[in-house]
């Protein structure tokens, strides 16, 4: 019988070589929908206009492939559009026609939801937008490896509609039916904005970190205030529909680890050198350093032997490939 560690590591190693990391771009799109009352459209432009400043500025995206809808984009020079349905299905054919196989696509919903008749809509100025819809909106980006951010009230029935292979799908809620307005939007941007969330000290904030890091702090929120939570953010990224709480011995989670609106330094430096050996190396560097991560989120999933035995010759090999690069760095010098 074939174990369901085995089974894991086949599934994702499938999905990375459909996916390859060279030459990889990053593509963001966040939209803030309807407001409604003064302090919230104010709440939600100002974690809009953070979010959009963090891509551009502090993780060097090129605005080419930035695009940020809002319900009043006379209030932020970087908004292209007004958050409308007909502006947001073009903004998804813009990220179909501007990305390539194996790019990442960020995608993020600021605001109000609402759920009736076992419908889950995101509010829009104008027509909504329900899980479905969106859901077609996704299906362009086939190839793509899709965060999907839903940071609003009453946003938990997403996962179902949304969920599939090589996406990874976060929603504020866990069901529909936790209607009051969330908090944990703002911690999930602070994780992106901020120094706080890089939980394993690697320099850069995976999708698994930002979620791990906004749910601990609406969880510390709630208690401070000796309030009763109204919300439970859930991440889905195997695919089955289903999302989980706690990441550390879920299910969900290994493709959330490799997910980074940062740019993959070792890429960064294989862009950047003229040394046709160097590059190659670098573009090396960078595919074990894929396994790496995609190996170490399956840590307890698969047989401790093997995941030892794997673990070892990937290091072994990254090693040995570093000193490589030393020597040829060295060289030039």
Do not use: C
């Amino acid at each position: 019988m074939i174990s369901r560690g085995t089974v894991a590591i086949v599934m994702l190693m499938a999905t990375a070589a459909g996916h390859p990391v060279l030459g990889q771009d990053t593509h963001v799109l966040v939209i803030t929908g309807l407001g409604g009352d003064p302090e919230f459209r104010e709440k939600f432009s100002e974690w809009g206009g953070t979010l959009v400043e963090a891509a551009g500025e502090k993780f060097a995206i090129p605005v080419e492939n930035i695009i940020y809808l809002s319900e009043d984009p006379a209030t932020d020079p970087r908004i292209q559009g007004r958050s409308t349905r007909e502006n947001v299905a073009e903004a998804f054919t813009t990220l179909a026609s501007n990305s390539r196989p194996g790019d990442y696509i960020f995608v993020v919903l600021i605001g109000h939801g609402s759920y009736t008749n076992e419908e889950s809509r995101f509010n829009l100025p104008g027509p909504d937008l329900t899980a479905e819809d969106f859901g077609l909106h996704l299906d362009q980006l086939s190839e793509r490896r899709v965060a999907f951010a839903n940071l609003a009230s009453a946003s938990g029935e997403f996962v179902k509609a949304l969920s599939g292979e090589g996406r990874a799908i976060v929603t504020a809620t866990r069901t529909g039916r936790e209607r009051n307005e969330t908090v944990f939007g703002g911690y999930f941007i602070d994780a992106f904005s901020g120094e706080s969330a890089d939980l394993n000290r690697d320099g850069r904030v995976s999708l698994w970190e930002a979620f791990e890091f906004a749910r601990t702090e609406v969880t510390r929120e709630y208690a401070t205030s000796n309030r009763i939570a109204t919300e439970h953010a859930v991440l889905d990224d195997n695919g089955d529909g289903e999302g989980s709480n706690e990441l550390e011995d879920a299910a969900d989670g290994a493709l959330a680890r490799t997910m980074f609106l940062a740019a993959d330094p070792t890429l960064a430096a294989s862009r950047a050198t003229d040394d046709p050996e160097l590059k190659a190396f670098f573009e090396q560097r960078a595919e074990l350093e894929q396994r790496l991560e995609e190996l170490r989120a399956l840590r307890g999933q698969i047989d401790q032997d093997r995941y030892e035995n794997d673990l070892e010759e990937v290091l072994v090999e990254l090693a040995l490939l570093n000193r490589e690069i030393q020597a040829r760095s060295s060289g030039r010098e």
